[in-house]
């Protein structure tokens, strides 16, 4: 378990494609015709889901940050991070695209940061222009899952614009808006493993980049730090049992951990002949448990 270092050196090899460099400079391109750029983050991990290379081209354009994926992080959490936006000058919204909650104030918020502008474009006789937006966001925050939402899914293309390559489509939200999608984009090396870390979590980073166990292992280390209580209640452990295993100071931390995830294994029964626990398994437990709010709302960024 301490290769990390390793693995993610192949994930600065792996994890920035060549088709990537292409679409970050279509965008860049783009913003030239865009009124608002609306990012969207996953709000258990609002800065890791930042893409630091888009973020310095989007930063004079006029955002909306919409905070995804909201149910599943701490509520406490989600009013600071909006908070923090605010007082760096960026409207933030919670939103669960699934469900459609918070679409409605994105609407809002777009046509309000836009407002100065509409009144410059009203004194230039374009009286009634639709507000254009670019949808920006690294894979796996729920893009598109957002983008169905705010589009409800069978809203007529607007058509090609001027200037604009034939491939591009505009779809229509309302009357006043335009919505332009881009690809997911990630950029080529993570500031610190740490980063790389809450992103293989979230599932931004596909797990056969980095091995599930290490993930695991890792997310695992971290809730036991941070959420205790919601691993001891989710998995049906014992306090006593867990601050035994983590306290045994005859072994190394790395088999504390390891032992926990063993402990994990045998309350699920992911045993495999012999009596070994199957520690693919368990990874596949918690990593999925932790994503699908089975372990309970948790952000893994916190103020």
Do not use: C
Request: glycine share 6%; no cysteine.
């Amino acid at each position: 378990m301490n290769n990390n270092e390793e693995k993610l050196q192949k994930v600065n090899i792996n994890w920035y494609p060549g088709h990537m460099a292409k679409t970050k400079r279509q965008i860049i391109e783009d913003l030239k015709l865009i009124d608002v750029v609306v990012q969207i983050l996953d709000a258990r991990s609002p800065k890791a889901s930042i893409n630091p290379d888009i973020a310095e081209y989007v930063k004079n354009k006029k955002q909306v940050i919409v905070l995804n994926k909201y149910d599943l992080a701490d509520e406490e959490q989600n009013k600071k991070w909006v908070n923090y936006f605010k007082q760096n000058g960026v409207e933030a919204v919670l939103v669960d695209s699934n469900s459609g909650k918070g679409i409605e104030e994105v609407i809002r918020k777009i046509e309000k940061v836009y407002e100065e502008d509409k009144e410059n474009y009203n004194d230039k006789g374009r009286k009634g222009k639709s507000i254009r937006v670019m949808v920006i966001g690294i894979p796996n925050v729920g893009k598109s899952s957002f983008i169905n939402r705010i589009t409800k899914k069978t809203s007529t293309q607007v058509g090609n614009k001027p200037g604009v390559t034939r491939q591009k489509q505009w779809v229509r939200v309302n009357q006043n808006i335009e919505l332009l999608d881009t690809p997911g984009v990630l950029w080529p090396k993570f500031e610190n493993e740490q980063t790389a870390l809450k992103l293989a979590y979230i599932g931004t980073i596909k797990d056969d980049i980095l091995q599930k166990t290490e993930i695991a292992y890792n997310l695992l280390k971290y809730l036991l730090e941070e959420e205790k209580e919601k691993v001891i209640e989710r998995y049906k452990l014992t306090k006593e049992q867990v601050e035994y295993e983590l306290q045994n100071e005859d072994r190394m931390e790395n088999e504390n951990i390891l032992e926990i995830i063993y402990m994990i294994g045998r309350k699920r029964g992911a045993i495999m002949s012999g009596g070994h626990i199957d520690e693919e398994k368990v990874a596949n437990i918690i990593l999925e448990e932790f994503r699908s709010g089975k372990l309970g709302k948790i952000t893994l960024e916190k103020l």
